[in-house]
């Protein structure tokens, strides 16, 4: 129940499903998806911490999809 241990070197979590995605330097930015529930995800790293946001596919359908792996 610990929500407070930002302390772990920017460890992204999906916002979604909250599972744990990637680690990354600050001042980075990861697109990936997740794991667990496949939405994309736009990860951004800041000094003290990290924000993760979901991204709209609607609109860009037709797409095969990217290989990103973190
Ligand atoms: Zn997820």
Partial sequence: MNTEQESIRCMAS??????????????????????????????????????VKVLDRSGSAGAPGHGTVC
Avoid at 14 to 36: D, F, N, Q, T, W
Wanted: charged share 15%; hydrophobic share 30%.
């Fill in 14 to 51: 999906c916002p979604v499903c909250g599972r744990g995605l990637c680690k990354a330097v600050p001042h980075s930015v990861v697109e990936m998806h997740c794991p667990k529930c496949k939405n994309p995800l736009l990860v951004c790293f800041e000094n003290n911490g990290v924000s």
